[in-house]
């Protein structure tokens, strides 16, 4: 059988120097020991992974690096051919993701802060990834969130794509915008839906609306740093920050109104009420929070059979909090909530669970891991 090429590394693109893995550690949870393991380390705050064919793994790093971790935890030098990115605060890199038919096309998609004249702003782009995996090629950007906005702050990012092919964007309120949330002609705030090549599905909810842009799927929105398809019910789910407590588990419908900033489970930074309270007409509530805040990001919905006890589960990073939670579901509840691996103290930036059921995730750190999961 003839190797997938992403699995293998010419010898000029494997990074010189690999840091020596730190030891496995142990850790009991409610369900039984599980044990980290780092896959490959030395990373630079990195962001978001995702799953190549023959065993390769795609990581994206905040400074504006792409690098392929091989199975064997070989680390590539960056990817060329990554655009421009805004470097600082929360901006960078973010989220990564293989199109549906990468098999054939060997395209992907990445997230980032865009650098553009009088500010920045969330964009999206689409390229081809070359078949040793060393460069992108044929690059284009397929979104951009409008209007440009000058901070380092809130810039959403997260990617997914939908049963149906469509491709899912957050897009944060840029903070000291907030009120934007609420405005349907801006991107600030909102998730958005739209084709694999940028176009938009003329079934989104306010196609042909007056002063509302036609790629919004839902509004209302703070910053979410978490976006995953359920596996059973294919319903988008949705985790975003709150401001001093109150981030969110939505289930995000077309159309509807998640509420910031005019509702919210927390308090701002300076300690004020936020808008009117917790709940108004035509807003809608989450299905779950937390207060005093965890800082969620990166989120997955646990299908295997790796790890007695947690198939059905949804797993999700903390950054503030250092751990990783793991949530029992009932139905669109949240049944119960068990807070892993906070001895590891670690600021978790993504979760993810690979093509071998093992869990897998990355730490947001100047030397960032890339770790996983093994049971018992």
Same mark, same amino acid.
């Given at each position: 059988?003839?190797?997938?090429?992403?699995?293998?590394?010419?010898a000029?693109?494997l990074a010189?120097?690999i840091?020596t893995p730190?030891a496995?550690?142990?850790f009991?949870?409610?369900a039984?020991?599980v044990?980290?393991?780092?896959?490959?380390?030395?990373?630079?705050?990195?962001?978001?992974?995702?799953?190549?064919?023959?065993?390769g793994i795609?990581v994206?790093?905040?400074p504006?690096?792409?690098?392929?971790?091989?199975?064997?935890?070989e680390v590539?030098?960056p990817i060329a051919g990554v655009p421009?990115?805004?470097t600082?605060?929360?901006?960078?890199l973010f989220?990564?993701?293989?199109d549906?038919?990468?098999a054939?096309?060997?395209?992907i998609?990445f997230?980032?802060?865009?650098?553009?004249?009088?500010?920045?702003g969330?964009?999206?782009?689409?390229?081809? =990834?070359?078949p040793?995996?060393s460069?992108?090629?044929?690059l284009?950007v397929?979104f951009?969130?409008l209007?440009?906005?000058?901070?380092?702050a809130h810039?959403?990012g997260?990617l997914?794509f939908?049963?149906?092919?469509d491709? *899912?964007?957050?897009l944060?309120?840029r903070?000291?915008?907030?009120?934007k949330?609420?405005?349907?002609s801006?991107?600030?705030g909102?998730i958005v839906r739209?084709?694999p090549?940028?176009?938009?599905?003329?079934d989104?909810p *306010?196609?042909?609306k007056?002063?509302?842009?036609?790629?919004?799927?839902?509004?209302?929105h703070?910053n979410?740093?978490?976006l995953?398809?359920?596996?059973?019910?294919?319903?988008?789910?949705?985790?975003?920050?709150?401001?001093?407590?109150?981030?969110?588990?939505?289930?995000?419908q077309?159309g509807r109104?998640?509420?910031?900033p005019?509702?919210?489970?927390?308090v701002h930074?300076?300690?004020?009420?936020?808008?009117v309270?917790?709940?108004?007409?035509?807003m809608e509530q989450p299905?779950? *929070?937390?207060?005093?805040?965890?800082?969620?990001s990166g989120?997955a919905?646990?299908t295997?059979?790796?790890?007695?006890?947690?198939?059905?589960n949804l797993l999700?990073?903390?950054?503030?909090?250092?751990?990783m939670v793991?949530?029992?579901l009932?139905?669109?509840?949240?049944a119960?909530?068990?807070?892993?691996?906070k001895? =590891?103290?670690?600021?978790?930036?993504?979760?993810?669970q690979g093509?071998?059921?093992?869990?897998?995730f990355v730490t947001?750190?100047p030397?960032?891991?890339?770790?996983?999961?093994?049971p018992?």
């Open positions: 059988m003839r190797a997938d090429p992403l699995s293998l590394f010419p000029a693109l010189l120097a840091s730190a496995a550690q142990r009991d949870t409610q039984g020991a044990t980290v393991e780092t896959v490959a380390s030395g990373l630079e705050h990195p962001w978001s992974l995702a799953f190549l064919p023959g065993g795609l994206t790093e905040r504006g690096r792409m690098r392929i971790v091989s199975a064997e935890g590539s030098r421009q990115v805004v600082g605060g929360q901006a960078g989220d990564v993701a293989l549906p038919g990468f054939s096309n060997r395209e998609v997230s980032y802060a865009e650098p553009r004249e009088g500010g920045n969330t964009a999206v782009a689409r390229a081809r =990834l070359s040793d995996g460069r992108l090629e044929n284009r397929i951009r969130q209007p440009t906005f000058k901070s380092s810039f959403g997260r997914a939908g049963p149906g092919g491709l *899912f964007v957050t944060g309120e903070f000291s915008a907030m009120e949330a609420q405005d349907l801006t991107d600030f909102k739209i084709r090549d940028g176009a938009i599905p003329q989104n *306010f196609v042909g007056a002063n509302a842009k036609p790629e919004i799927w839902s509004y209302g703070r979410p740093q978490a995953a398809f359920h596996p059973q019910t294919r319903q988008l789910w949705e985790i975003e920050h709150g401001p001093r407590g109150g981030d969110e588990i939505n289930i995000p077309a109104n998640y509420g910031w005019v509702i919210g489970y927390g930074y300076s300690g004020a009420k936020i808008g309270g917790t709940s108004a007409p035509g299905i779950y *929070f937390w207060d005093p805040s965890i800082a969620p989120m919905f646990v295997s059979d790796r790890y007695p006890g947690w198939q059905g999700v990073g903390a950054l503030a909090g250092q751990m793991r949530l029992t009932k139905g669109e509840a949240i119960a909530e068990e807070r892993m691996l001895g =590891l103290n670690e600021r978790i930036r993504d979760v993810r093509p071998d059921g093992l869990i897998y947001d750190n030397r960032g891991r890339l770790l996983r999961l093994i018992g």
